[in-house]
């Protein structure tokens, strides 16, 4: 079965600063795709990027980039310029190849600093 | 908006009784998934349907079914309810039944509070 491990519970970042969050998966699996899902107190889940596990390139979404090394089996998230809206849980999210819905991590909780 | 519409917002019920979560997804989206967030389980996929069809079982507990109709909409039946029922039920879905290469667009959510 496979895993998500987000290991930081919680960061906290000045505006406009750049914060870095953590993940790392374990699968047998060479076909897949992972996700990062923000989670404001409103508590929609609300797609923030992918990845697709066959593209080298690290995705890219505005702000928002990820460091995918395969190899590593990490994924992080990268929120460059800060903003008071960022703040949010962060979920990393696994999904494989297969019909299976997605493997979610604990969460992070991002606090930005005004 | 995601498009993907829950109801009820909240549902506040007793130990024992009965519920009905209802999933509307995204205007020709064939998948609907269901998944519950818990402070102890965090987010767990419960069942995917995928143009009227079971495809995929998680976490799912004996007492929860669910189902899929000619809609396309979903309910999510939770019997023989728990306090450790409570938690927040999402439902999303996706074109396609591929979870990973077709995204998944989350509903709002139903706040189940047993008592």
């Known amino acids: 079965a496979q895993t998500v491990t987000q290991s930081q519970p919680e960061m906290s970042v000045q505006e406009a600063e750049t914060v870095t969050l953590s993940c790392t998966y374990d699968?047998?699996?060479?076909?897949?795709?992972l996700f990062w899902y923000k989670q404001p107190p409103s508590r929609q889940m609300i797609l923030v990027i992918r990845?697709?596990?066959?593209?080298?390139q690290n995705a890219t979404e505005n702000r928002f980039s990820v460091n995918f090394q395969k190899a590593a089996k990490s994924f992080s998230l990268k929120i460059s310029d800060s903003q008071l809206g960022d703040a949010a849980m962060y979920f990393c999210?696994?999904?494989?190849?297969?019909?299976?819905?997605?493997?979610f991590g604990k969460g992070t909780h991002l606090i930005i600093q005004p | 908006d995601s498009g993907v519409t829950q109801t009820p917002k909240h549902l506040i019920t007793a130990t024992g009784q009965r519920v009905t979560l209802r999933c509307s997804p995204r205007?020709?989206?064939?998948?609907v998934y269901w998944y519950q967030q818990s402070l102890d389980q965090g987010l767990q996929f419960l069942i995917q349907?995928?143009?009227?069809?079971?495809?995929a079982k998680g976490n799912i507990l004996e007492r929860f079914s669910a189902q899929q109709f000619p809609d396309l909409h979903s309910e999510l039946n939770l019997s023989s309810l728990e306090l450790g029922d409570s938690a927040l039920y999402f439902c999303?879905?996706?074109?396609?039944?591929?979870?990973?290469?077709?995204?998944?667009?989350f509903g709002a959510g139903t706040r189940l509070s047993v008592l």
């Open positions: 990845q697709e596990a066959y593209k080298q």
């Open positions: 699968t047998s699996e060479s076909d897949y795709y």
């Open positions: 999303a879905s996706s074109v396609g039944p591929g979870q990973g290469k077709n995204i998944q667009y």
């Open positions: 999210a696994y999904g494989g190849g297969g019909a299976d819905g997605l493997t």
């Open positions: 205007s020709g989206d064939l998948s």
């Open positions: 349907y995928y143009n009227g069809e079971e495809r």
